[in-house]
């Protein structure tokens, strides 16, 4: 009688590795994000198409199937001369601009996709994105293999908060904050009637987007800016955002804070949800009401929602970290953008051009020590 042979017994032959460039955005973009890591989920086929429609470019996107699975998808789009081959990771600014990858993609399937590059583009840009992002660190180890010289330039530090640790060793919130927010409500309620809410999904195509956008046109964005950097509004970032939310997925892991004062929108928090950690995109208020705080009661609302969410960590990005740090948050992974230049006398221009890369970045900043005044935003 023979003996069975056990699954261990068998020889396990390599996983079979093709990349393929497409013209356009690949429907496989989906199915890669889907086998994320959850805090790049967000990293759909619909965020960007988003892009495309709001910035402009025309795509094409590189798919690495192993065993016939997509496990990496990288979408870019050329600029600058068409001779130079110069290429980009489209998206928004906001959290990151970066590229999904399954959690199964292994060191072949990144050296695919570094070989499949080359033969597109001479130099490709990716950023601005955090220090350890899981889709770059293995392409920049393959392409450091490969002989790609590989150039950085520091954009800011992000600040984060761990909201699950802080709360565990009872240091947040602080009892004194909670009080002060008790007596700035009371005196917010002079206004008019209060009404705290939460906003996603569905509530995008209901109208969200147009509550937040009037609270950015009332705020110092407004005031002392063009208003370009407005996130929600037509002369702002609005496009891409309506865009995005065209994806259910998309429209559920965006989520948002909104107070109203006697029914009109007076400050706002957005934020992308992707699993235990929210990224933290935009926060407004209405200066009317500056005096008492909005932005900061609406925000603590929001924190602890979100707790009861299970989310543990909040990541505010880049800009002011006086504001931050009061609430408790820390610095976090610097971020960065990032030039790969392909071998051969594309490498070596860019390795002549490395300081003047870094220098068109930003210098590292002091860690403010004193609250911003945007304290209360």
């Known amino acids: ?94 959290p990151f601009r970066s590229f999904p990858a399954s959690r199964t993609a292994d060191a072949t399937a990144f050296n695919a996709l570094v070989d499949r590059l080359g033969d597109e583009v001479n130099a490709l840009r990716i950023g601005p994105i955090y220090d350890g992002d899981p889709s770059l660190e293995p392409l920049l180890a393959a392409a450091r293999a490969k002989g790609w010289a590989v150039l950085d330039r520091f954009v800011a530090d992000s600040y984060r908060l761990d909201m699950a640790a802080a709360q565990a060793e009872g240091t947040w919130p602080r009892n004194s904050t909670l009080r002060k927010n008790r007596f700035h409500e009371k005196h917010l309620g002079d206004h008019g009637a209060l009404d705290w809410r939460f906003l996603s999904g569905a509530d995008w195509a209901a109208g969200g987007f147009d509550a937040l956008a009037s609270v950015e046109e009332k705020s110092w964005i407004a005031a002392r800016t063009d208003g370009s950097d407005a996130k929600f509004t037509g002369t702002g970032h ?35 949800n992707a699993g235990a950690l929210k990224y933290a995109i935009a926060n407004s208020y209405d200066p009317a009401f500056g005096k008492h705080s909005p932005g900061k009661l609406l925000y603590y609302r929001n924190l602890v929602r979100a707790l009861e969410d299970g989310i543990a960590v909040v990541d505010w990005g880049a800009g002011d970290s006086g504001y931050k740090r009061v609430i408790g948050a820390a610095q976090g992974p610097a971020i960065r953008d990032w030039l790969l230049v392909r071998p051969g006398l594309p490498a070596m221009l860019g390795r002549a051009l490395k300081s003047v890369w870094e220098r068109s970045g930003n210098a590292h900043a002091p860690a403010a020590a004193a609250v911003s005044p945007s304290d209360d935003s």
């Open 1 to 94: 009688m023979n003996k069975p042979m056990l699954l261990d017994d068998f020889v396990r032959l390599p996983a079979s590795t093709r990349a393929v460039a497409l013209d356009g955005l690949s429907g496989l973009l989906d199915l890669v994000a889907d086998a994320a890591p959850e805090t790049h989920r967000f990293l759909r086929y619909q965020w960007f198409a988003a892009a495309l429609l709001a910035y402009g470019g025309a795509a094409r996107t590189i798919v690495i199937e192993q065993d016939g699975n997509p496990v990496a998808a990288l979408p870019m789009v050329r600029f600058g001369p068409g001779p130079a081959r110069l290429a980009a990771v489209p998206g928004c600014y906001w």
């Open 238 to 272: 609005g496009a891409f955002w309506r865009a995005a939310a065209a994806d259910p997925a998309l429209a559920a892991m965006m989520w948002a804070a909104l107070l109203t004062v006697d029914g009109a929108p007076a400050a706002f928090s957005f934020d992308v």
